[in-house]
């Protein structure tokens, strides 16, 4: 049976590039429980309303229980329902929708369009070396209560900082890649607790051939380093705010 180990975990206060690219180096993940961003404090509901507002965004929504889609509709009547957890739970048949297919406002540029919101997660930016990391990208995640990204890999290093909420966790490592089913992995719910939905890891036939599965849980105020290559699922236990931050290298 897979075994499932916890995410490495550390507590400095002041981290610097060279802790940082330390892990990079290693191509480890870890928890920096202490490591924030002035969001934290500013980047109440209150405040994002007054600054997003009407804007349209893009939210990946499940439109008939099993087909996701791209529906747009207004910062504030999506992140509205979010807080207020006013989405529904079943769809059209009546059947629980996945928490894959929930209603999640993935990657939103908003830092780019609101410059204002980018001083204040600046320093996640700035924990990236440019002479190695030469392009910086930062994407906003806002996700319903018990919304969920799939098992995927991105194409940087990348620092998830949470905001506000919790975040459920699961890695895989490169050397185990080969070992995930991957077509049973793509449909794949994993259960956070015993009054979740979904499979629990060390049970599910898409990872009977891991030799580790790694999890955490990441909440407010602490950051993920997910190296490159690593595949990972994000759950978001609450109504959820994030940060991800990719670093990576061009090829001259
Ligand atoms: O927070 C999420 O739902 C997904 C984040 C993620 O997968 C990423 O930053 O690559």
Redesign the pocket.
């Given at each position: 049976m897979v075994a499932i180990c916890q995410v490495e975990r550390n507590e400095v206060e002041n981290l610097d590039k060279e802790i940082f690219y330390s892990y990079i180096k290693s191509n480890k993940p870890v928890v920096f429980e202490n490591y924030s961003s002035p969001a934290i404090e500013k980047w109440t509901p209150e405040y994002l309303l007054s600054v997003v507002g009407d804007r349209d965004v893009h939210v990946n929504m499940c439109t008939f229980g099993s087909m996701s889609d791209i529906v747009p509709m207004k910062f504030s009547e999506y992140f509205n329902k979010t807080l207020k957890d006013e989405f529904p739970t079943k769809d059209l048949n009546g059947e629980r929708i996945k928490k894959i297919n929930k209603p999640?406002l993935?990657?939103f540029g908003m830092l780019d369009e609101f410059p204002i919101l980018k001083e204040d997660v600046r320093n996640n930016e700035g924990i990236f070396n440019k002479d190695i990391h030469q392009m910086v990208v930062m994407?906003t995640?806002i996700?319903t209560k018990d919304?969920?990204?799939n098992f995927?890999k991105?194409t940087g290093e990348?620092l998830?900082t949470v905001v506000r909420g919790k975040?459920f966790i699961v890695l895989i490592a490169p050397s185990d890649e080969k070992n995930i089913k991957s077509k049973l992995s793509h449909e794949i719910e994993v259960k956070f607790d015993s009054n979740d939905f979904g499979s629990p890891i060390e049970q599910h036939p898409a990872f009977s051939d891991c030799s580790k599965v790694y999890t955490t849980i990441l909440t407010e105020g602490q950051s993920l380093f997910?190296p490159l290559g690593w595949i990972?699922y994000?759950h978001?236990i609450d109504t959820?705010i994030?940060v991800?931050c990719?670093g990576k290298e061009m090829i001259m």
């Open positions: 999640y993935r990657n994407g995640f996700g919304s969920a990204t995927h991105d990348n998830v975040k997910i990972h994000v978001n959820t994030s991800s990719w």
